[in-house]
């Protein structure tokens, strides 16, 4: 019965470690365009990795943009919403753009 709950308890803090670890490995980011003429990204600077990036498109005459090494998404221009991403994030620098005013709203995200 000792060895039972021995293993039993070994088993549970091997699992809670674990599972502790694997959860900080994901990492966050948000990004935003409107009210107005302007978008933004919570960073200018990451390490690579794999992000989950909370996009807050707050306009239907904006989209918001991103690309870089591996990754090309947007949301909807018309769409006024909250868009959750899981991207992995590569060594290298990403744009972030809003497509149709392109020439006033945009950004940079760093990878290094």
């Known amino acids: 019965?000792?060895?039972f709950v021995s293993i039993a308890a070994a088993v549970t803090v091997g699992v809670l470690a674990?599972?502790?670890?694997?959860?900080a490995a994901v990492k966050r980011l948000t990004g935003t365009d409107g009210p107005g003429f302007t978008i933004t990204m919570s960073a200018k600077t990451v390490k690579p990795g794999r992000y989950v990036i909370t996009i807050?498109?707050?306009s239907a005459i904006h989209d918001f943009h991103l690309i870089g090494p591996?990754?090309?998404r947007k949301t909807s221009v018309a769409a006024v919403r909250t868009y959750v991403w899981t991207v992995t994030l590569k060594r290298g620098t990403?744009?972030?753009v809003c497509d149709?005013?392109?020439t006033i709203m945009k950004g940079v995200l760093r990878v290094t």
């Open 70 to 72: 591996g990754v090309n």
């Open 94 to 96: 990403y744009r972030f």
């Open 56 to 58: 807050h498109d707050r």
């Open 100 to 102: 149709p005013h392109a």
């Open 18 to 23: 674990f599972g502790g670890t694997s959860s």
């Open 1 to 3: 019965m000792r060895l």
